[in-house]
């Protein structure tokens, strides 16, 4: 164990809205959420076609979602824009004002709340989905939430969840790498060197195996796992061979390096009926 206090973690993404500090405009402006979009959904990231295969946005009409930690409100905004009813909470004060301004600015109706995911204040099997992409891996000890997702999924209910992958490219290689020749990572751990993928001052970020996921949502079946987000320049190295080979390159984001060594493993599975 890390010894990492849910406090801490708050802190940090109290002040550090997820890639708020690499978009110039304010966050919170049609501008930022505009920003925002265009980042997750390049192709060497999580572009929308991806994204709705493991949603099912499209295909979400007249159910019920719920994000556990809901940043900015991107994906729900997806859930929301296809008919769905939306419910966000997040840890931070500042992720659900974000929230609500990308939903005013959209015409679009939600129900976000600060509340740290371990009391959920939902009613029993009052859901049909139950997603968390990208938090759960900041927490150090994730079991009380998915238990409090469980039980407010209804029966044959999915949760959705993003984790990063110990097998990744990412974390066997580049980072290893950034250990060796990036003065900023010089001297650090591979625990510390995971902990700055999300900024210098993260207090924790963990990677999960498939079984390790598995383990985490026992409580569940029909466990569907997929793999996303290895960048070309990732992979090559060499700072703008991925600009000079990119015509003859397949997309990043879904060819078989990023399928089998991809950052972020997806995980679906069901509440037993």
């Known amino acids: ?6 406090a801490e973690v708050k ?22 959420f505009q920003a925002f979009d265009a980042l997750r959904e390049a192709d060497d990231c999580e572009p929308f076609a991806f994204s709705d295969y493991i949603h099912g946005y499209s295909t979400s009409a007249g159910l019920r979602v719920l ?11 997806q859930y929301a824009r296809f008919g769905a009813s939306v419910a966000g909470v997040d840890l931070t004060q500042t992720a659900v004002d974000l929230c609500k301004a990308r939903f005013e600015q959209a015409g679009l109706a939600g129900d976000f709340r600060v509340t740290d995911g371990e009391r959920l204040p939902f009613d029993d099997a009052s859901f049909d ?13 994730p079991r009380p939430m998915i238990a409090e997702m469980h039980r407010v999924l209804k029966p044959g209910g999915r949760i959705i969840l993003m984790l990063y992958y110990r097998g990744s490219w990412k974390y ?22 995971l902990n700055m993928n999300d900024g210098p001052n993260c207090p ?8 390790e996921a598995r383990r985490l949502l026992d409580r569940f079946t029909d466990h569907r796992f997929e793999l996303n987000q290895l960048s070309w320049r990732q ?25 089998t060594m991809g950052w972020n493993l997806y995980i679906t599975a069901t509440k037993p009926k």
């Open 129 to 141: 989905i139950a997603c968390s992409m990208g938090v759960l891996h900041h927490i150090e000890d």
């Open 67 to 77: 994000d556990v930690g809901c940043g900015n409100g991107y994906v729900l905004k």
């Open 11 to 32: 802190a940090f993404w109290e002040d550090n809205p997820v890639a708020a500090e690499g978009i110039a405009a304010e966050p919170g402006t049609p501008a930022f």
């Open 235 to 259: 992979f090559l190295l060499v700072p703008g061979l991925d600009r000079i080979l990119r015509p003859i390159l397949p997309a990043a984001n879904r060819n078989i390096l990023a399928r």
């Open 172 to 193: 066997h290689v580049v980072l290893r790498l950034k250990r060796l020749i990036d003065p900023r990572y010089r001297g650090k751990s591979q625990a510390e060197a």
């Open 204 to 211: 924790l970020a963990l990677v999960y195996s498939r079984e």
């Open 1 to 6: 164990m890390n010894g990492v206090s849910n």
